[in-house]
C-alpha cells in the first residue's frame, strides 16, 4: 500500500472521528467494546482535544493514493510533555506501515519539543503495547 503523511486539515475532524471508530472494530473483535455514544461526554472531551491538536498543527494523517486519510495522530503538549493524544488507522490500511510511519512523524513532532513522547495505551492486548515499545 502506497500512503503519504500530511498535516492534518483543521475542517478534518469528522474524518478523525470516522478513522476512529473503523479502527475501533479492531478492539471490538478483542473482546474489548466501549460503546460510548458520540454524545457521550468522554467523546466529547476526545473530540475536543482532537479539534485542539488540529488547530495548534498538531495532526497528522496519512493518506492513501488517492489522497483519502485512512489514519491519523493527535498530538499535545500535556503538563509541557509531548503527548500522544491518539493514533487511530482504518482496519484495511492496518499492518501495511501507516501507524508505524505516524508514530515515527509523532516522535519527531516529540524531539522537535525536546522531549520523549508518553502516551497512554491498553497494556493487555498483545499487538497495542509491543507496537509502541
Known sequence: MKFSLRGARTNELDTLVAID???IALY???GL???I???HPFALAEYASWRRSLEAGDAFVAVDELGTPVGF????LVDGAPYLDQLSVRLASMRRGVG?????????WAR????ALWLNTYGHLAWNRP???
Not at 495522530?73 to 499535545?76: G, I, M, N, S
Not at 522537535?112 to 522531549?115: F, I, K, L, Q, T
Open 21 to 23: 471508530e473503523d479502527a
Open 28 to 30: 471490538a473483535q478483542a
Open 33 to 35: 467494546r466501549f460503546g
Open 37 to 39: 455514544a458520540p454524545d
Open 73 to 76: 495522530a493527535t498530538l499535545a
Open 100 to 108: 508505524r510511519a505516524l508514530l515515527a512523524r509523532a516522535r519527531e
Open 112 to 115: 522537535a519539543r525536546d522531549g
Open 131 to 133: 507496537f509502541y515499545e
